[in-house]
Nanobody
Framework: QVQLVESGGGTVQAGDSLRLSCAAS????????MGWFRQAPGKEREFVAT????????YYADSVKDRFTISRDNAKNTVYLQMNSLKPEDTAVYYC??????????????????WGQGTQVTVSS
C-alpha cells in the first residue's frame, strides 16, 4: 500500500505560480512512477504530468507543457508539481497518483494504483 497526501493548493490570479506537493508513505516510494491528474467540475479527470521512478523521464499533457514542471525527491518521498503562468482553465482539483509498472509513460487514470485525496487549485482572471 502507498498513501498519498497532496498539499499546496489555493486561490491565485492568472499568471501566478503555485507548487503542489504530494507526500507518500508506505511501500518503497522510489519503485513507483508518479503522476498528477486534475478534474474540473463537470469534466472527466485528465492527465497532467508523470515522472519515472528514477526522475530521468518526465511527460506532460500538451495543455501544461512549458508551464508546469513535475519533479520528485525520493529521499523525502515527495513529488512536486510546479505550476507557472496559471490560467483560469487550470482551475481544478489536482490529484497525485502512483503506479507500479514496467511501462512508461502511463497517462490513463485507470492504470494508476494509488491516489491522494486531491487539492483544489482555483485561478481567477
Amino acid at each position: 500500500q502507498v498513501q498519498l497526501v497532496e498539499s499546496g493548493g489555493g486561490t491565485v490570479q492568472a499568471g501566478d505560480s503555485l507548487r503542489l506537493s504530494c507526500a507518500a508513505s508506505g511501500r518503497t516510494f522510489s519503485s513507483y512512477a508518479m503522476g498528477w491528474f486534475r478534474q474540473a467540475p463537470g469534466k472527466e479527470r485528465e492527465f497532467v504530468a508523470t515522472i519515472s521512478w528514477s526522475c530521468g523521464s518526465t511527460y506532460y499533457a500538451d495543455s501544461v507543457k512549458d508551464r508546469f514542471t513535475i519533479s520528485r525527491d525520493n529521499a523525502k518521498n515527495t513529488v512536486y508539481l510546479q505550476m507557472n503562468s496559471l490560467k483560469p482553465e487550470d482551475t481544478a482539483v489536482y490529484y497525485c497518483a502512483a503506479y507500479y509498472s514496467g511501462r512508461y509513460p502511463i497517462t490513463r487514470s485507470y492504470e494508476y494504483d494509488y491516489w491522494g485525496q486531491g487539492t483544489q487549485v482555483t485561478v481567477s482572471s
